[in-house]
């Protein structure tokens, strides 16, 4: 996702050259197949593009985070319930306060 969030939209082949120059060489069907599914999952849209299609990320990085960490906080709070509450406030309170402020204003920022 790092390598749409980057950019406006890319190809596989845009993709996997990314992906070679700033980790590994990657086959480019393994490329393919992970962009399909992200894809598939809603989180890259696509449009033709001669013989293939251009993506891009369907929300921004933020965005993706956001939803994220709402999805996990729930899934917590459904598996350990009060215990999970009671564990995330008192993390809260060991905060720094300059981080603590950073939170409150990511949260209102929502």
């Known amino acids: 996702m790092a390598v749409f969030w980057g950019r406006e ?3 596989v082949r845009e993709v ?3 992906l070679k120059r700033r ?3 990657l086959a ?3 490329v393919l197949t992970l962009v399909t599914r992200l894809w598939t999952r809603g989180l890259l849209t696509r449009k033709p593009d001669g013989r293939g299609f251009r993506y891009r990320a369907a929300r921004t990085r933020d965005e993706f985070l956001t939803d994220l960490s709402d999805e996990l906080i729930e899934q917590l ?3 350990f319930g009060e215990i999970a509450l009671a564990r995330l406030g008192e993390r809260l ?4 306060p300059q981080r603590r402020q950073l939170l409150d204003r990511a ?3 929502k």
């Open 16 to 18: 996997a050259d990314a």
């Open 77 to 79: 709070f459904k598996d």
């Open 107 to 109: 949260g209102r920022n």
């Open 9 to 11: 939209d890319a190809t």
């Open 23 to 25: 980790r590994r060489d």
């Open 28 to 30: 480019y069907t393994t």
């Open 93 to 96: 309170e060991a905060l720094d």
